[in-house]
C-alpha cells in the first residue's frame, strides 16, 4: 500500500476524484480576499494550470501568474479569455468535476520522477496502460444505497462501454488478486489521509492509473442508477477510463472531459474517447480501424431534408475570403487564424468559428502581422516567426524568447509563407 500511494503522488499528487469545488463559489471579479484568492490558487495549481512551483502550498500566486493562468483555464475551456476571475470562470470553477489534472505530464513514469517534459494539454491524454488486453477486476465490497445486483449489473456495463470500442476483455473474479479491485469507503478508507473521502458532496471517486488500477467510490454519496443523482455507472466508466490509461478530454460531450455532467440514459462515448482507448489497446478484435480522422470531429448522421428557398445575399463577408495573415493549431484542437494587424478568429473543427480577439490579449508581446505560425506540442510551445526573428511562447501565450534565425544563410526567405515543427530547434519553412 505503501508502495501504491507513492506512486500516486506521482501521478499528479493525488487520485483520479470527482469533486465539487466549494467555497469560491461564492463572487467573481472585485476585491477578492486573500483567503479567496488562495482558493484560486489552490484549484489552479491542482488541476495543471499554474505552474509556479508550489503544488499543494498555502502560499499565494502572484498576480501576474494567476492572470496567465486564469487566461490558460480560460482558453483551455473554450471561455472569454479575460484573466479574471470573472462569473463564467466562477461557474466553471463551481461544477462537479473529476480531480485529475486537465493538463497532463508525459505519460511514462521514469519522465514524472524525471520532470523532463512539460505538461501537454491535448484532444485525449495517455497515461500508463496494461501491458495486456484481457483485464481482470473484481468487487471486493458494496454501496448500502444501491443493491449489491445493480452494482454488479451497472460495472459491467461500464467495462462493456470500453470493451466494444477497443480491444479490451473485462473478466470478473471473485476471488484472488484482480487487475483493478473496486471498492466504496468511507472518509480514511486506507490510501492515505491525504486521499481520504470527505463525506457527501466534493470527492465522489478516484482511480489509480496501470499497473494498478484500484478505484474506489465514496459510501457517503447518494448513489443512485438510472435517474438523476450521484449517477454510479457514469462515474465507474469514468474513473475505468483513468483505471485503463485515459487522462482528460477538452472536449465537452467526451466521457473524459473533465466536469462532471450526470446521468444520460442514452449515453455512448464519444469520438475522442474511442481515439483515446484504441490509441492505447487498438480497435476491437475483427474489426478493422477507423480511417483516420482529427479526433475532434463527429459526423452527423444523413438524413433526408427538403431543401428550402436560399435566403437573399448578404453583405456580410465569408471568412474564407477574408485575406489572413498565419494559421496554427493551438492546444486544445482548435485553428488560431491570424488576420489584419492585430485580430485572431478561433475555429473549432466542429462548430466553426467559436470567438474573435485581439491578437495581443492571447499572446502578449507578440508581432504584428506574423507571417508564419506553428505548434510543438512536444514542448508545449507556439512558435511565431516575422521576417527572420523567431518568437517563443508558452502554452498560456507568455512570451520566453525572440531570437534571430540562424543557419538559413542565403537560402533563408525574408518572408515565410508557413512554417512546420518537430521541435523547437527544428523548423521546416516555406517561401
Same mark, same amino acid.
Given at each position: 500500500?505503501?508502495?501504491?500511494?507513492?506512486?500516486?503522488?506521482?501521478? +499528479?499528487?493525488?487520485?483520479?476524484?470527482?469533486?465539487?469545488?466549494?467555497?469560491?463559489?461564492?463572487?467573481?471579479?472585485?476585491?477578492?480576499?486573500?483567503?479567496?484568492?488562495?482558493?484560486?490558487?489552490?484549484?489552479?495549481?491542482?488541476?495543471?494550470?499554474?505552474?509556479?512551483?508550489?503544488?499543494?502550498?498555502?502560499?499565494?500566486?502572484?498576480?501576474?501568474?494567476?492572470?496567465?493562468? !486564469?487566461?490558460?483555464?480560460?482558453?483551455?475551456?473554450?471561455?472569454?479569455?479575460?484573466?479574471?476571475?470573472?462569473?463564467?470562470?466562477?461557474?466553471?470553477? #463551481?461544477?462537479?468535476?473529476?480531480?485529475?489534472?486537465?493538463?497532463?505530464?508525459?505519460?511514462?513514469?521514469?519522465?514524472?520522477?524525471?520532470?523532463?517534459?512539460?505538461?501537454?494539454?491535448?484532444?485525449?491524454?495517455?497515461? $500508463?496502460?496494461?501491458?495486456?488486453?484481457?483485464?481482470?477486476?473484481?468487487?471486493?465490497?458494496?454501496?448500502?444505497?444501491?443493491?449489491?445486483?445493480?452494482?454488479?449489473?451497472? $460495472?459491467?456495463?461500464?467495462?462493456?462501454?470500453? =470493451?466494444?470500442?477497443?480491444?479490451?476483455?473485462?473478466?470478473?473474479?471473485?476471488?484472488?488478486?484482480?487487475?483493478?479491485?473496486?471498492? +466504496?469507503?468511507?472518509?480514511?478508507?486506507?490510501?492515505?489521509?491525504?486521499?481520504?473521502?470527505?463525506?457527501?458532496?466534493?470527492?465522489?471517486?478516484?482511480?489509480?492509473?496501470?499497473?494498478?488500477?484500484?478505484?474506489?467510490?465514496?459510501?457517503?454519496?447518494?448513489?443512485?442508477?438510472?435517474?438523476?443523482?450521484?449517477?454510479?455507472?457514469?462515474?465507474?466508466?469514468?474513473? +475505468?477510463?483513468?483505471?485503463?490509461?485515459?487522462?482528460?478530454?477538452?472536449?465537452?460531450?467526451?466521457?473524459?472531459?473533465?466536469?462532471?455532467?450526470?446521468?444520460?440514459?442514452?449515453?455512448?462515448?464519444?469520438?475522442?474517447?474511442?481515439?483515446?482507448?484504441?490509441?492505447?489497446?487498438?480497435?476491437?478484435?475483427?474489426?478493422?480501424?477507423?480511417?483516420?480522422?482529427?479526433?475532434?470531429?463527429?459526423?452527423?448522421?444523413?438524413?433526408?431534408?427538403?431543401?428550402?428557398?436560399?435566403?437573399?445575399?448578404?453583405?456580410?463577408?465569408?471568412?474564407?475570403?477574408?485575406?489572413?495573415?498565419?494559421?496554427?493549431?493551438?492546444?486544445? #484542437?482548435? !485553428?488560431?487564424?491570424?488576420?489584419?494587424?492585430?485580430?485572431?478568429?478561433?475555429?473549432?473543427?466542429?462548430?466553426?468559428?467559436?470567438? $474573435?480577439?485581439?491578437?495581443?490579449?492571447?499572446?502578449?508581446? =507578440?508581432?504584428?502581422?506574423?507571417?508564419?505560425?506553428?505548434?510543438?506540442?512536444?514542448?508545449?510551445?507556439?512558435?511565431?516567426?516575422?521576417?527572420?526573428?523567431?518568437?517563443? +511562447? =508558452?502554452?498560456?501565450?507568455?512570451?520566453?524568447?525572440?531570437?534571430?534565425?540562424?543557419? #538559413? #544563410?542565403?537560402?533563408?526567405?525574408?518572408?515565410?509563407?508557413?512554417?512546420? =515543427?518537430?521541435?523547437?530547434?527544428?523548423?521546416?519553412?516555406?517561401?
Amino acid at each position: 500500500m505503501v508502495l501504491k500511494f507513492l506512486i500516486c503522488i506521482l501521478f +499528479f499528487d493525488g487520485l483520479f476524484s470527482y469533486k465539487i469545488h466549494r467555497g469560491i463559489h461564492i463572487r467573481a471579479a472585485g476585491n477578492l480576499s486573500n483567503d479567496e484568492l488562495m482558493e484560486i490558487d489552490l484549484y489552479l495549481r491542482r488541476y495543471g494550470y499554474l505552474d509556479d512551483h508550489m503544488p499543494g502550498t498555502r502560499i499565494l500566486a502572484s498576480a501576474k501568474n494567476r492572470k496567465y493562468a !486564469l487566461q490558460f483555464f480560460q482558453n483551455y475551456n473554450k471561455l472569454p479569455i479575460t484573466g479574471v476571475y470573472d462569473t463564467a470562470t466562477a461557474e466553471l470553477f #463551481g461544477k462537479k468535476r473529476c480531480g485529475c489534472p486537465d493538463v497532463m505530464p508525459q505519460k511514462n513514469e521514469a519522465e514524472f520522477s524525471k520532470k523532463k517534459n512539460p505538461p501537454t494539454p491535448v484532444q485525449f491524454n495517455l497515461g $500508463t496502460k496494461w501491458e495486456r488486453n484481457r483485464i481482470t477486476w473484481r468487487l471486493n465490497s458494496f454501496s448500502q444505497k444501491i443493491s449489491q445486483r445493480q452494482v454488479r449489473v451497472e $460495472t459491467e456495463r461500464a467495462f462493456d462501454l470500453w =470493451s466494444k470500442n477497443a480491444n479490451l476483455q473485462f473478466v470478473q473474479l471473485q476471488s484472488g488478486d484482480a487487475d483493478i479491485d473496486i471498492d +466504496f469507503g468511507r472518509r480514511n478508507h486506507g490510501d492515505g489521509q491525504g486521499n481520504a473521502f470527505d463525506g457527501p458532496g466534493r470527492v465522489l471517486a478516484h482511480a489509480f492509473f496501470p499497473p494498478f488500477g484500484d478505484t474506489h467510490f465514496d459510501e457517503d454519496e447518494a448513489w443512485v442508477v438510472n435517474r438523476t443523482g450521484v449517477d454510479y455507472f457514469t462515474v465507474a466508466a469514468h474513473e +475505468f477510463g483513468h483505471a485503463l490509461g485515459l487522462g482528460h478530454s477538452e472536449i465537452r460531450q467526451a466521457l473524459m472531459a473533465p466536469f462532471y455532467t450526470g446521468y444520460n440514459p442514452n449515453f455512448e462515448l464519444n469520438s475522442d474517447d474511442i481515439a483515446g482507448i484504441q490509441a492505447l489497446y487498438g480497435p476491437p478484435r475483427n474489426q478493422p480501424p477507423p480511417t483516420p480522422t482529427t479526433p475532434r470531429t463527429t459526423m452527423p448522421p444523413v438524413v433526408p431534408v427538403t431543401e428550402a428557398p436560399q435566403p437573399p445575399p448578404t453583405n456580410r463577408p465569408v471568412i474564407c475570403d477574408i485575406p489572413y495573415n498565419a494559421v496554427v493549431r493551438d492546444f486544445n #484542437g482548435d !485553428l488560431l487564424v491570424f488576420m489584419g494587424k492585430s485580430y485572431m478568429l478561433r475555429i473549432d473543427p466542429n462548430r466553426g468559428l467559436v470567438a $474573435t480577439m485581439t491578437q495581443r490579449n492571447m499572446f502578449r508581446r =507578440s508581432p504584428i502581422r506574423p507571417d508564419a505560425a506553428t505548434e510543438v506540442m512536444s514542448a508545449s510551445r507556439i512558435l511565431m516567426m516575422k521576417g527572420r526573428r523567431l518568437y517563443h +511562447f =508558452s502554452r498560456i501565450g507568455r512570451r520566453i524568447s525572440r531570437k534571430w534565425i540562424t543557419g #538559413g #544563410g542565403a537560402t533563408m526567405p525574408e518572408q515565410a509563407r508557413a512554417a512546420l =515543427s518537430f521541435s523547437s530547434n527544428d523548423i521546416s519553412v516555406l517561401e
